[in-house]
């Protein structure tokens, strides 16, 4: 069985300030991607990043970089500098590689981040 | 502009109407996928259609009825719902299908169409 908790629920930032993300996972697969959306008020799913779990290596986009850690089953997404554009509801979510299970996306509950001007 | 286009935006119907959410794109994704999801939750799968056949249905109940008329389009046919049906409906498309190793795949969304059931 796969699972993600994102245990922040909410999390309110004023702007310009940093903030991370908190993404914990649990699978038996070896080989696995993890994906990061963004979900703005307006409702659609905004793909940020996926990652394989063969590459730890951080990753930076802008102001956003992603922390992949394998030993600890965590995948941690970090804002810099706030934007109140930033404001959505974020959502971590796991797919194995392969198998017959290979086209379920497992979600976290999602983090709703409010950045207040 | 999001790839996958999802009509209505918003639709407000009768437990007895009948009523038809569209999806379409146009980036030769041959995995289209039908997501429910209710307040405050995450979205929750439906429906996959993978090569314009259905190939996984989640126990999804019949007055739900999806279809894929080509590689492009993607319907969700709505009958007899109850008011706990209310919720945002989100489609979804991919590359390929949903084979043995489609886990790389990601998932372009739609905004979603907003469904109230009175």
């Known amino acids: 069985a796969q699972k993600v908790t994102q245990a922040q629920t909410e999390i309110s930032v004023v702007e310009k300030e940093d903030v991370t993300l908190d993404c914990v996972y649990e699978t038996r697969d070896t080989t696995y991607y993890l994906f990061w959306y963004k979900q703005p008020p307006s409702g659609e799913l905004v793909f940020l990043i996926r990652?394989?779990?063969?590459?730890?290596q951080n990753e930076i986009s802008g102001r956003y970089s992603w922390n992949f850690q394998k030993s600890t089953s965590s995948f941690n997404f970090t804002i810099t500098a706030s934007q109140v554009v930033d404001s959505a509801v974020y959502f971590c979510?796991?797919?194995?590689?392969?198998?017959?299970?290979?086209?379920?996306?497992?979600f976290g509950k999602g983090t709703k981040l409010s950045v207040i001007p | 502009d999001t790839e996958v286009t999802q009509t209505p935006k918003h639709l407000v119907m009768g437990m007895t109407n009948k009523k038809s959410l569209k999806c379409e794109q146009h980036?030769?994704?041959?995995?289209m996928y039908w997501y429910k999801q209710k307040a405050k939750k995450p979205p929750e799968l439906m429906f996959v259609y993978s090569y314009e056949k259905l190939s996984i249905n989640e126990s999804v109940p019949s007055r739900f009825s999806p279809e894929c008329p080509n590689s492009s389009l993607l319907n969700l046919h709505l009958h007899a719902l109850q008011p706990e049906d209310s919720a945002l409906y989100l489609c979804a498309s991919s590359h390929g299908g949903t084979g043995f190793s489609s886990g790389a795949n990601v998932l372009t969304f739609g905004a979603g169409s907003r469904l109230t059931v009175l």
């Open positions: 980036m030769g994704h041959r995995a």
């Open positions: 990652r394989n779990s063969f590459d730890e």
């Open positions: 979510a796991l797919r194995p590689y392969s198998g017959a299970g290979s086209y379920q996306l497992t």
